[in-house]
């Protein structure tokens, strides 16, 4: 999971963009793995914007619901508004039930420290909807609501396999403006390249110790046939439990029947 939270896809020309609200939302992306709460202080640390601002927006999110505030100049929970709009994007498409079914099935086998998961594009980041796991995995950033980078993870990659051409190039761009120096620069523009390569190969993406030494994955887009969403699957784990060659050879095939089903499309060989 990322330090900071995803800026919004935004264009400071545009003027139907509600700047206000985009700023309230990137309040409630503050939140990090383990945090329960948060102070008005981390809020303002984290967006960088002027601490009057934080607290107009504090108190606003407290009366929506959205946060809660645990007594007068407390700490700041996620409030149960954050819950229902959560739960209710969930609820909106049979993708969650389906995903549920074919993951428990590209996990199945002898490896218990194999998992699967879901994931939708969030800015330059890729955010697991649905994940699966044996209790006993020895795993790491496979969990409800992580977010993992774009261009250095199987899933990332295979989300970007899934848009067009041109959205790949203005995301490339944008992550080039976040960049902090030309190595950087140069290991994404690599991870599109490999890409690319990877799934014009074998029709998804990979990620071997890329994205963290210890990570190997692999992973192929969702593209439903009805509607605008890109998602992708992904299945993997831990580098010295799942080594390349067990992906490629035990999961390749099974991961592009359930992108596939998942899709909603047949198989070329059906």
């Known amino acids: 999971?990322?330090?900071?939270?995803?800026?919004?896809?935004?264009?400071?020309?545009?003027?139907?963009?509600?700047?206000?609200?985009?700023?309230?939302?990137?309040?409630?992306?503050?939140?990090?793995?383990?945090?329960?709460?948060?102070?008005?202080?981390?809020?303002?640390?984290?967006?960088?914007?002027?601490?009057?601002?934080?607290?107009?927006?504090?108190?606003?999110?407290?009366?929506?619901?959205?946060?809660?505030?645990?007594?007068?100049?407390?700490?700041?929970?996620?409030?149960?508004?954050?819950?229902?709009?959560?739960?209710?994007?969930?609820?909106?498409?049979?993708?969650?039930?389906?995903?549920?079914?074919?993951?428990?099935?590209?996990?199945?086998?002898?490896?218990?420290?194999?998992?699967?998961?879901?994931?939708?594009?969030?800015?330059?980041?890729?955010?697991?909807?649905?994940?699966?796991?044996?209790?006993?995995?020895?795993?790491?950033?496979?969990?409800?609501?992580?977010?993992?980078?774009?261009?250095?993870?199987?899933?990332?990659?295979?989300l970007l396999m899934g848009l067009s051409e041109n959205k790949r190039e203005e995301l490339l761009v944008r992550a080039f403006d976040r960049a902090a120096s030309d190595e950087e620069r140069a290991r994404l523009t690599h991870g599109l390249a490999r890409a690319r390569a990877d799934y014009e190969a074998y029709g998804f993406c990979t990620s071997f110790s890329e994205w963290r030494k210890e990570i190997n994955g692999i992973a192929a887009p969702i593209v439903p046939v009805e509607g605008d969403r890109v998602f992708a699957l992904n299945v993997g784990g831990v580098a010295f439990l799942n080594s390349a060659e067990e992906l490629m050879e035990t999961r390749a095939q099974r991961l592009l029947r359930a992108a596939h089903n998942l899709s909603l499309r047949p198989m070329d060989n059906d």
């Open 1 to 158: 999971m990322t330090d900071e939270p995803d800026e919004p896809d935004t264009d400071a020309a545009d003027p139907k963009f509600v700047t206000a609200l985009a700023r309230g939302l990137g309040l409630l992306s503050c939140f990090r793995k383990n945090e329960v709460e948060l102070s008005n202080h981390a809020f303002v640390e984290r967006t960088g914007l002027p601490k009057a601002t934080v607290t107009r927006m504090t108190y606003t999110l407290c009366k929506l619901g959205y946060l809660v505030q645990s007594e007068p100049g407390g700490l700041y929970r996620l409030g149960p508004g954050v819950l229902r709009l959560g739960f209710g994007a969930l609820a909106s498409t049979d993708l969650k039930d389906r995903a549920e079914v074919e993951l428990r099935d590209l996990c199945a086998g002898d490896n218990p420290n194999v998992a699967a998961a879901i994931a939708e594009r969030h800015d330059l980041s890729a955010v697991y909807l649905v994940t699966h796991r044996a209790p006993s995995a020895i795993l790491t950033a496979f969990y409800l609501g992580a977010q993992v980078p774009l261009f250095s993870t199987s899933i990332g990659r295979a």
